[in-house]
């Protein structure tokens, strides 16, 4: 009778369909992928319910008891989801994307990545109407009292416990309340450094005293493993093939797997091995600009939405800032309208135009950013594919064969300027943000991932041209380079290549971290967003 008494009172407090409607992402998780359901987040949940039912059976106010419905059934809604697509919890690169995405693009992307399994959500919807019908009351019974006062003291200590110890976000909240707290943390930290926008001073000389211009060309979504210049069975790089003034890095990888990690990490002075707060961190604009140079932005991404914010309020510390791109009312919506990166070349040569002697441009295209259909002109859309993978493939392909051409035509600008002005030092460099998975490995497609990080998301091109005038000027560096294309890099270290590049001298350049040095260190370690080692899988 007391063992009644006792489960009736627990289920005061923990109404079934409440308890299933908490429980049921985590039970989805631990079925896809036990080792990533933390033992704790169990514990999280029971100390989190009686937060809303208490109060309810307290008051006798259903309203709590409600809100803790709706809010566990949408955290639940997302993390059930992103169990479905990718296997693994919820993130913050997929977070920002879920609050910037409109619902047609929602259903694109489902149709390409979910499949039946988000049928699911139906009986999860089922069960979150259960709950709103579930019956609480208190009854004021001793064994009720001892419960309810049990429960309480658990959910204040453990609450209370990590509040007090400044981890309450980290440990003591559900995952996905944990992530948002991250992203929270994150923006407003970017935000706090970039609130005056202007290059940070850095010491900084420019070792060359002649005119220079250096070119970043930063891709978006490209795999060399889609690239016939690395080997990819489709002729997706006939003009890039073709060109004999090209120095190809073949074993060069991303630290990251999304544009915003990876931007923001690539050009500044942190890095996976030398982690840095943003607020504390040093950027490739901050040295060129304090060498000299008249630094450029120019982009192809959108300046709207809280995905690319971030990039372009650091974009806006160039001298030049400009977004090509005005097809979108947010980054994700850009990403699914057309804006072809053909239209980054006139303000190239704009800004060759200018008198300055220095000068530091760097171009952001959009790349084969999903939806790859979207990426290129009907005129290159020569590969063909029944529906299904095949179709989808054969788009990026279509992508890959279009960034050919409009990457080999900036470089065919600059070889043309470089031609017309034989004493400057002319030089450019193209990489990717990160890679894309074509289902190359696994049943993915796309750069999102859980678990371990797939290769395909990680490995991308690293293209070097430079002019007669660059050889002239800094005489010796072609044996280097020929040294160097086949050295393990990763691009979080790609602040001090570029330094290198550009003959900048300043303490903040390590020798053994440019690709183009002859004191590279070419036995780092490559551990990467996931924790693991790339080269020991």
Known sequence: ???????????????????????????????YKPELVEGREWAIVLAWIPVFTL??????????????????????????????????????????????????ESMEFMQLRAGKGLLLLLPYTGVFLFSLRSTISYQKKPME??????????????????????????????????????????MQAFAEVIKEVHPTPVKATAAWKGQQVFVLILGESCSRNHMSLYGYRRTTNPKLGARPDLWVFEDVVAPYSNTMSSVLTILSDASLDHPKPIQERIDVLDVMHAAGFKTYWISNQSSIGIWDNMIAL??????????VNTTGNSSFESTYTISYDEKLLPPLVKALKDPAAKKFIVLHLMGSHMAYAKRYPKAYAVFEGREGKEK?????????RYNDAVVDSLFTVLQTYARENSTQAVSALYVSDHGENLWDEGEHVGHDYSGVLPHANVEIPFILWHSEGWESAFPGRDSVLKARLDAPYVTDDLFHTLIDLN??????????KSIVHPSLDRSRRRVLEDGRDYDAR
């Open 55 to 104: 109060p309810s059976l307290y008051f006798r106010r259903r309203i709590f008891y409600y809100v803790g419905c709706v809010l566990f059934f949408f955290a639940g809604v997302l993390e059930i989801a992103h169990w479905v697509i990718l296997q693994g919890p919820i993130t913050i690169t997929s977070l920002v994307a879920i609050v910037n995405t409109t619902s047609s």
């Open 503 to 512: 003959a900048v001298k300043t303490p903040i350049f390590d020798r053994t």
């Open 1 to 31: 009778m007391r063992f009644r008494k006792i489960l009736s009172a627990l289920g005061q407090v923990y109404p079934a369909g409440l308890l299933l409607l908490a429980s049921l992402p985590l039970l989805l998780g631990y079925g």
């Open 392 to 400: 989808i493939i054969a788009q990026y392909d279509n992508s890959m």
């Open 314 to 323: 650091f974009a806006k510390k160039a001298d030049v800032t400009q977004f």
């Open 145 to 186: 009292r001892i419960i309810f006062v049990l429960t309480a003291i658990y959910s204040l200590v453990f609450i209370g416990e990590n509040a007090w110890n400044q981890r309450l976000v980290r440990k003591g909240v559900p995952h996905i309340a944990k992530v948002g707290g991250a992203l929270y943390d994150q």
